[in-house]
């Protein structure tokens, strides 16, 4: 112990102060070192990754590779040992300026190790003030609980590590942010089992705004709302909250917002204010949590044959829905669950990986699992946060029911693969844009092309009623326009039931321009191209180059000789780029006996999107170039590029 300084006390006396050998670091914010009530400088950008790495596994070995992943990104130079090295000798160096001469930083094969001792570290402050607050919860010690939360969440200065530098540390700080709104969203629940609602609203109106998709924190929001008397503004959030569901990942929101609303429209007396806290609810032990049916759902008669067949056969079964977006495949799983529910007497559960709307994250594989043991009744204060030991008490949970499982959007099986149900009579669907190639031979693996002629009309005119009726013809053409794609067969109705006064031929005529059709392909918060350009966005960029070439041509139907001659590209390379569109269901393969030249073929609605993405690119190229360098070449070019 060393002494820093005296203590004037009430009676006017000094008092010696002694203080143990303790560092203060701080992960949850910019990245902080404290000694002695004073800062210590950490030093530049590959020190502080350095350090935020061994602060993230504090009193674990961290390799000089894992190390040196972080630092370059994956491209560590040949020095890299050397270098993280001398990294570690500096923050070394700045300990001891600051006055602190114990081992902290320790060599350990095969990297290094932060010695966590007696220092404090606000993260597993964090954790432990949040396990301390779920013991009190369980306890039904509520307003404790409510202290400790509130104490815990203070400790956060901001973004986790957010001057961090570093895709391995970005990602590790989004696991934390995840764990924060975890928190934020227990500690809410009991504030307002305390009747706190009004204290509430301002910071949950923030929370939404940042995270408008996040259905637990807009559900509390507008509980908060109600029991304040606002309710009109509880409407409202709700009604943003469902043009975002719609606008972000194309559906409607899920149970707890949808049962919220119809509770707030009826005055339901479960969602009043309690007067004292309600006792802990009890396990759900046969969930059912999966989004409403679809309204009018048409078509798919072989696909639901064989779902039923899949259901009835000797399990575990699996089964892999994919195919482009707007297709329906996260509809045709909802209907399907809706109508074999019953006869799951383990329950159904669902997860929506949000693969439409965003790039998978190495978190998604424990997110889920968590997910579903809070489905089958695991208590916050019981769920596990390792990975390994949330799928053991999953697996042991799911071994004996009879279950099924929903996974919409998934990107990989990376996301799923601990969840897939392991007792012998339950059944998992997934959908997926991709074909996720550990499954496809395993799996019932049902590939979704648009619905047939007649049932296209059908779904139009079970939505619009006599209007389509009397106009069969232009009902059948807009149809066709809509490429007999679900999706934008319900934009295209609801733009008509919005509009009365619109005649069936009247959006038939705007549709029937190929450059402006998207453009038409929208109402209120659904919008065709913006999911479409959502699956763009995940192509590589070679890949999205392809894609934007293939729009240049004047077919839906093509050879790869073609490709390869008008295009002036290499066939192996143009084979490779082309066939990784078809694996993502942007392009389909048309099977044929010509096996030396491969055919492919747009969906119509998609090729519209191409020729539109190329036609931009060309006009940003023509802007962008000096008149001086228009020549005859760079004409030819803009005459085959137009």
Not at 130 to 146: F, P, S, W
Not at 161 to 168: F, K, W, Y
């Given at each position: 112990m060393r002494w820093y300084g005296k203590l004037f006390v009430a009676h006017g006396q000094q008092e010696e102060v002694f203080m143990t050998d303790r560092l203060k670091f701080g992960l949850l914010g910019p990245l902080h070192l404290e000694f002695a009530e004073r800062r210590i400088s950490i030093g530049g950008p590959r020190q502080r990754i350095v350090l935020a790495m061994l602060l993230l596994n504090a009193d674990r070995v961290v390799s000089i590779d894992r190390i040196s992943e972080a630092v370059w990104n994956g491209h560590p130079p040949a020095t890299a040992r050397t270098q993280v090295a001398i990294c570690v000798a500096?923050?070394?160096?700045?300990?001891?300026?600051?006055?602190?001469?114990?081992?902290?930083?320790?060599?350990?094969?095969?990297?290094?190790?932060?010695?966590?001792?007696?220092?404090?570290?606000?993260?597993?402050?964090?954790?432990?003030?949040?396990?301390?607050?779920?013991?009190?919860?369980?306890?039904?010690?509520?307003?404790?609980?409510?202290?400790?939360?509130?104490?815990?969440?203070?400790?956060?200065?901001?973004?986790?590590?957010?001057?961090?530098?570093?895709?391995?540390v970005e990602l590790?700080?989004?696991?934390?942010?995840?764990?924060?709104?975890?928190?934020?969203?227990?500690?809410?629940?009991?504030?307002?089992?305390?009747?706190?609602?009004?204290?509430?609203?301002?910071?949950?109106?923030?929370?939404?705004?940042?995270?408008?998709l996040r259905e637990q924190t807009r559900a509390q929001l507008m509980l908060a709302q109600y029991r304040a008397g606002r309710r009109a503004e509880a409407m409202e959030t709700f009604r943003q909250g469902r043009q975002h569901f719609i606008e972000e990942i194309g559906l409607e929101p899920g149970p707890i917002l949808q049962e919220l609303h119809e509770a707030i429209l009826n005055d339901d007396p479960a969602i009043q204010a309690p007067t004292r806290p309600r006792p802990p609810t009890r396990p759900v032990t046969r969930p059912n949590t999966f989004p409403a049916d679809v309204v009018s759902f048409h078509g798919r008669a072989a696909e639901i044959a064989a779902l039923d067949e899949l259901a009835?056969?000797?399990?575990?079964?699996?089964?892999?829905?994919?195919?482009?977006?707007?297709?329906?495949?996260?509809?045709?799983?909802?209907?399907?669950?809706?109508?074999?529910?019953?006869?799951?007497?383990?329950?159904?559960?669902?997860?929506?990986?949000?693969?439409?709307?965003?790039?998978?994250?190495?978190?998604?594989?424990?997110?889920?699992?968590?997910?579903?043991?809070?489905?089958?009744?695991?208590?916050?204060?019981?769920?596990?946060?390792?990975?390994?030991?949330?799928?053991?008490?999953?697996?042991?949970?799911?071994?004996?029911?009879?279950?099924?499982?929903?996974?919409?959007?998934?990107?990989?099986?990376?996301?799923?693969?601990r969840v897939l149900p392991p007792g012998p009579r339950s059944t998992a669907v997934v959908t997926s844009q991709n074909q996720i190639t550990e499954l496809v031979g395993t799996a019932l693996w049902l590939r979704l092309r648009p619905v047939r002629d007649q049932e296209a009309v059908e779904l139009l005119t079970e939505l619009l009623g006599d209007r389509a009726r009397a106009e069969p013809r232009a009902t059948a053409e807009l149809a066709e326009l809509c490429g007999r794609l679900p999706a934008a067969l319900r934009i295209a109705a609801n733009k008509l039931i919005a509009k009365p006064h619109w005649t069936v031929q009247r959006l038939v005529n705007r549709l029937a321009e190929p450059r402006t059709r998207l453009d038409h392909l929208e109402h209120g918060g659904e919008r065709l191209r913006s999911r479409m350009h959502a699956s763009y966005q995940r192509l590589s960029p070679d890949v999205a180059r392809m894609f934007r070439l293939l729009g240049r041509l004047d077919?839906?139907?093509?050879?790869?000789?073609?490709?390869?001659?008008?295009?002036?590209?290499?066939?192996?390379?143009?084979?490779?780029?082309?066939?990784?569109?078809?694996?993502?269901?942007?392009?389909?393969?048309?099977?044929?006996?010509?096996?030396?030249?491969?055919?492919?073929?747009?969906?119509?609605?998609?090729?519209?999107?191409?020729?539109?993405?190329?036609?931009?690119?060309?006009?940003?190229?023509?802007?962008?170039?000096?008149?001086?360098?228009?020549?005859?070449?760079?004409?030819?070019?803009?005459?085959?590029?137009?």
């Open positions: 500096e923050l070394r160096k700045a300990f001891r300026a600051a006055g602190f001469r114990d081992d902290v930083l320790l060599t350990s094969s095969p990297g290094y190790l932060l010695r966590r001792a007696e220092h404090e570290v606000d993260l597993l402050s964090f954790r432990a003030k949040v396990a301390e607050a779920r013991e009190l919860t369980h306890r039904g010690e509520i307003v404790r609980a409510t202290e400790r939360y509130d104490e815990a969440l203070a400790l956060w200065r901001g973004r986790a590590l957010c001057d961090i530098s570093s895709a391995v590790e700080a989004e696991r934390l942010e995840e764990q924060k709104l975890a928190v934020q969203e227990e500690r809410t629940a009991l504030h307002l089992q305390l009747g706190r609602h009004r204290e509430l609203i301002s910071e949950l109106t923030a929370l939404v705004a940042e995270k408008p009835d056969a000797p399990g575990p079964t699996v089964a892999l829905i994919t195919g482009c977006t707007g297709i329906g495949k996260s509809a045709l799983t909802v209907h399907w669950a809706h109508r074999k529910a019953e006869e799951f007497t383990g329950g159904v559960l669902y997860a929506n990986l949000h693969a439409c709307c965003r790039e998978p994250q190495e978190s998604d594989a424990l997110e889920t699992v968590q997910q579903f043991l809070r489905q089958l009744g695991t208590t916050a204060s019981d769920l596990p946060d390792d990975l390994d030991t949330a799928t053991a008490l999953y697996q042991d949970l799911m071994r004996e029911r009879r279950a099924l499982v929903l996974l919409d959007n998934v990107a990989t099986y990376q996301q799923i693969h077919t839906s139907e093509f050879g790869l000789h073609d490709v390869c001659a008008l295009l002036r590209l290499d066939p192996n390379e143009a084979e490779r780029l082309i066939e990784s569109l078809v694996d993502v269901h942007l392009l389909d393969g048309v099977p044929g006996p010509d096996t030396e030249d491969l055919r492919y073929r747009f969906p119509p609605l998609l090729r519209t999107f191409a020729a539109e993405l190329n036609h931009n690119e060309v006009r940003a190229a023509e802007a962008a170039r000096p008149p001086r360098l228009v020549g005859r070449s760079a004409k030819a070019e803009l005459r085959f590029a137009t």
